[in-house]
């Protein structure tokens, strides 16, 4: 039932779609990256941290937007004893 | 008639993209203010690819033009083409075979140092791009208006048109979104005033909706502004209140069907991230 509703009210529009393309550019445009490089940048932070420190889960490298200023997101959460 | 304001403004108007509507937000702000009784020059900078005489619907009065004054061929004041239909606005014609590359920003800027005591508004046409012209027409402006369409393009180019006024030291820039289709927002095929202002984060100027009788305006040369019944004139009318610091209320294009609002409801509760 739940998934039913999920599927009728998922937003598919065109409209959507404009505005989720325009976050990732925008943010790409503004900061000089590109999806690649965030791939790349990952990678390496994480490379270095494993050296140190165990790393578990599921680590998150992003930029996140406030307003007309971007900023890294590193989440990575690491393994207890 | 002499200037009404004591600080005389000079207002780019630009938008990256080409094609979006600056040069008819020049010339129907212009207008509409003009019509105020305020003293009003319009100054193209779109040299080689000149439009705003044509629709203002000067083109036959313009004898000389920007690149002569500033080579000393003719007086400012010479240059200065006087509106047929109203006394208080004047253009300044951009040169039709000429370049970017023949002006500099330092002449810009001395060519309005001379107008700011005779004017209470100085509208600059921005040409289309990032190069030598947009530069030249940033140079001598105090603020910014960028006009935008609701459309992923003209968002990017917008944008980026941004940076580059923030990097400029501009405190005052000011959006307008142009050909907006309230229908087709509705329907999930159009970004929303809100999306653009969430995507640029500037303050909003004005919105002016897509209209039929702008064509039909431009093709007389008159502006749409003096057309009473158009909704883009009276947008344009609009913004020419704000600039004038009065508080104008922007029509609401809200999701007003009720199946709208049920939707709305619906994905704000179920739709994933
Ligand atoms: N609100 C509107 N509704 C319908 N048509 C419009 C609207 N605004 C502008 N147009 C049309 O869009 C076209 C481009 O407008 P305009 O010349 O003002 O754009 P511009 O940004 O100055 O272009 P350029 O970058 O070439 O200088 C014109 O044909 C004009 O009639
Ligand atoms: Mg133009």
Not at chain 2, 63 to 82: P, S
Not at chain 2, 107 to 124: A, H, K, N, S
Not at chain 2, 170 to 187: E, G, H, T
Request: charged share 30%.
């Amino acid at each position: 039932m739940l998934d039913f509703l999920k599927r009728i009210f998922a937003d598919s529009s065109s409209r959507k779609q404009a505005n989720d393309r325009l976050r990732v550019v925008l943010t790409h445009d503004r900061t000089g990256t590109s999806s690649r490089l965030m791939e790349t940048l990952k990678e390496e932070i994480l490379e270095v941290i494993s050296r140190h420190v165990e790393i578990e889960g599921r680590p998150e490298v992003k930029i996140i937007r406030e307003g007309r200023h971007s900023a890294l997101d590193i989440n990575i959460p690491l393994k207890g004893r | 008639m002499g200037k009404k304001t004591e600080e005389s403004s000079v207002i780019v108007v630009t938008s990256g993209k080409g094609g979006v509507g600056k040069t008819t937000t020049v010339a129907n702000v212009a207008s509409a203010l003009a019509r105020k009784g305020y003293k009003i020059a319009v100054m193209d900078l779109d040299i080689g690819l000149k439009k705003l005489d044509l629709i203002l619907g000067l083109e036959n009065r313009v004898i000389y033009d920007i690149i002569q004054v500033i080579e000393g061929e003719c007086t400012l004041k010479q240059a200065l083409v006087k509106d047929k239909r109203f006394p208080e606005l004047y253009m300044l014609p951009a040169a039709q075979t000429r370049n970017k590359d023949d002006i500099k920003p330092e002449q810009v800027q001395e060519i309005c140092r001379q107008l700011r005591p005779e004017f209470d508004f100085i509208f600059i046409d921005c040409p289309a791009g990032i190069e030598q012209g947009f530069r030249n027409a940033i140079a001598a402006a105090d603020k910014a208006i960028v006009v935008t369409n609701p459309e992923v393009s003209a968002v990017r180019d917008a944008d980026r048109i941004i940076g580059m006024l923030e990097s400029a030291q501009f405190q005052d820039i000011q959006l307008v979104i142009n050909r907006l289709q309230a229908s087709m927002v509705k329907s999930g095929d159009m970004l929303s005033i809100d999306d653009l202002l969430e995507h640029l984060c500037i303050t909003l100027l004005g919105i002016v909706p897509e209209d039929k009788k702008v064509l039909i305006s431009t093709n007389k040369g008159e502006p749409i502004v003096l057309n009473e019944r158009s909704e883009a004139g009276l947008a344009f009318n609009n913004i020419a209140n704000r600039l004038l610091g009065q508080q104008v209320d922007f029509p609401s294009f809200e999701e007003d069907s009720l199946w709208g609002k049920i939707r709305n409801l619906g994905r704000n509760l179920f739709s994933k991230e």
